[in-house]
């Protein structure tokens, strides 16, 4: 079955950088879609970056634009976000989400993903 494993997640100054991963397995990572997602304390789980299979495009929330990037590696099944920039309200659980479509397109929506991972937190102090 698919698995994510998410890490790099720490406690980090506003203004500071971090580097997410999202180690797949369990089946070929490249058709996939992949996305970033995270969820601060009493918010709701929303978008932060896509990226398409085979790494054509990307796509990112307006919040994260300019600061965020996603990337993938095929050959290590793993996918990326670097932060910069980081604000304290940036400050949440990071989670890793796969799409089911086959050489599907990616997307901003949690329900069109159905593997995800444990998260991982990330916490920016001003």
């Known amino acids: 079955q698919v698995q994510l494993v998410e890490s790099g997640g720490a406690l980090v100054q506003a203004r500071g950088s971090l580097r997410l991963s999202c180690a797949a397995s369990?089946?070929?990572?490249?058709?996939?879609?992949m996305g970033w997602f995270r969820q601060a304390p009493g918010k709701e789980r929303e978008f932060v970056a896509a990226?398409?299979?085979?790494?054509?495009?990307?796509y990112f929330a307006a919040s994260v634009k300019g600061r965020f990037t996603i990337s993938r590696d095929n050959a290590k099944n793993t996918v990326y976000l670097q932060m910069n920039s980081l604000k304290p309200e940036d400050t949440a659980v990071y989670y890793c989400a796969s799409r089911d479509t086959y050489r599907g397109s990616y997307s901003a929506r949690s329900y069109d993903y159905a593997y995800w991972g444990q998260g991982t937190q990330v916490t920016v102090s001003s």
């Open positions: 990226i398409s299979w085979g790494a054509f495009s990307t």
């Open positions: 369990g089946r070929t990572f490249n058709d996939y879609a």
